[in-house]
């Protein structure tokens, strides 16, 4: 059973950071890329970032490209994702999310299998 668990939100003042972390387990094999996503209040969900399985890859959502760095250490089945110079806009519930091999033709930011249950993201102004 696949299990994703997100940690490390909370609230923080604008302009400041935060890194959230992803832990995996269940993961059948090597290979998995990791996603993150957002959803904020009365929006839809967001992609935010994703990594491949080397570490190699990564895409971000335009918006967030120099404030947001995703990364994953494989030994230890986590995923990161910093985040700095927070704006109040991005106040969000986020997503952990992996998606298996079988999806690498398609792009970065869809068909993800499994879901965290969120950590939340708060930014005060």
């Known amino acids: 059973q696949v299990q994703l668990v997100e940690s490390g939100g909370g609230l923080v003042q604008a302009g400041g950071s935060l890194r959230l972390s992803c832990a995996a387990s269940?993961?059948?094999?090597?290979?998995?890329?990791m996603g993150w996503f957002r959803q904020a209040p009365g929006k839809e969900r967001e992609f935010v970032a994703a990594?491949?399985?080397?570490?190699?890859?990564?895409y971000y959502a335009d918006s967030l490209k120099g404030r947001f760095n995703i990364a994953r250490d494989n030994a230890k089945n986590v995923a990161y994702l910093q985040m700095s110079s927070l704006k109040p806009e991005d106040t969000a519930v986020y997503y952990c999310?992996?998606?298996?091999?079988?999806?690498?033709?398609?792009?970065?930011?869809?068909?993800?299998?499994?879901w965290g249950q969120g950590t939340q993201v708060t930014v005060s102004s």
């Open positions: 990594i491949t399985w080397s570490g190699y890859t990564t």
């Open positions: 269940g993961l059948a094999s090597s290979g998995c890329t």
């Open positions: 999310a992996a998606r298996t091999p079988s999806s690498r033709s398609r792009p970065l930011w869809e068909d993800y299998t499994y």
